[in-house]
């Protein structure tokens, strides 16, 4: 029995179509990153072979991965990775897929550490994959990260991260509840507290995107019955570890930003400061000790 040969841009429009037909977002777009994905090539790279067959072995890894998207998994979990900071991160089930809006958090820390003279040192509460404390380490070299992870499964994927970018030597990932753990003498040195917490409320849950809500580990999207459980602590235990005049900055859900402000008001910060994120809405909290 033959099997149909595949140009670059029959196998595109085809799969387009049938992605088009299960509702799926940028059915096109889809394709393209996938079967670039598949290639090992950019998505530019297609549009230079359009009429070239695609080879068997890629044909099947191809139609593994639409499968797989079309099913349900998200794109980024689907390819393996994602963009964030302008850096490639490795991605999957284990961890939260790194937003755009996080990317505010990053900035605002950035800003805020940039001018310091000499080496600081950075918390960070839940590092899911890595994206925070990796991103801050490439683009601050005077900074060394400390960052706890609960999830033992979590932390694996933020330690190959840090690798990929060459940052491992001043990225400590470590395997804990919180700051359950932290050794006593890091109290009092940290020039920010950082985190971009769970803060999805427990009504919210139900009614989240079932693209996030079945795929995504929930234990990095529920912050408790408002969503500010980990900001209580931020506010409590994790200023313990924060140096006079250092900045606690997290991410909150957009309609947090007041109770949030409050509780960084009432736990002593002062130049409390609520950036909003692309669309308007509350994102980024800042404070300093």
């Not at 970018?165 to 395997?175: S, Y």
């Not at 359950?180 to 919210?204: F, K």
């Not at 402000?261 to 300093?288: M, N, P, Q, S, W």
């Amino acid at each position: 029995m033959t099997t149909r040969s595949w140009t670059t841009l029959e196998l595109l429009k085809t799969t387009a179509d049938f992605l088009k037909t299960k509702d799926l977002p940028s059915p096109r777009l889809a394709a393209e990153r996938l079967l670039a994905h598949a290639m090992g090539c950019r998505r530019v790279d297609l549009y230079l072979a359009t009429e070239k067959t695609v080879q068997d072995s890629v044909l099947e890894q191809y139609r593994g991965f639409v499968r797989a998207y079309a099913a349900g998994a998200p794109l980024q979990y689907v390819e393996g990775e994602t963009e964030f900071m302008g850096l490639v991160f490795g991605v999957d089930s284990r961890v939260l897929i790194p937003r755009p809006e996080t990317e505010l958090l990053v900035d605002a820390v950035e800003k805020r550490l940039r001018p310091l003279a000499g080496s600081a040192a950075v918390l960070e509460l839940g590092t899911g994959s890595g994206a925070i404390a990796v991103s801050l380490a490439v683009r601050l070299p005077q900074v060394e990260v400390w960052t706890t992870e609960a999830s033992p499964d979590a932390a694996a994927v933020a330690e190959a991260n840090a690798r990929r970018h060459g940052v491992e030597a001043r990225v400590h990932i470590l395997v804990m509840d919180r700051f359950e753990a932290l050794h006593a003498d890091l109290a009092g040195t940290m020039a920010c507290v950082v985190s971009n917490p769970p803060y999805v409320t427990t009504a919210e849950m139900a009614d989240l995107p079932a693209l996030v809500r079945e795929h995504e580990p929930h234990a990095a999207l529920h912050g408790g019955p408002d969503g500010l459980d980990f900001h209580r602590y931020l506010c409590t235990r994790g200023l313990q570890f924060l140096a006079p005049g250092g900045t606690l900055a997290a991410e909150i859900g957009a309609r947090q930003g007041g109770a949030v402000h409050e509780l960084f008001a009432a736990a002593g910060l002062h130049e409390v400061t609520i950036l909003k994120d692309y669309a308007g809405h509350d994102r980024i909290v800042l404070g300093l000790k």
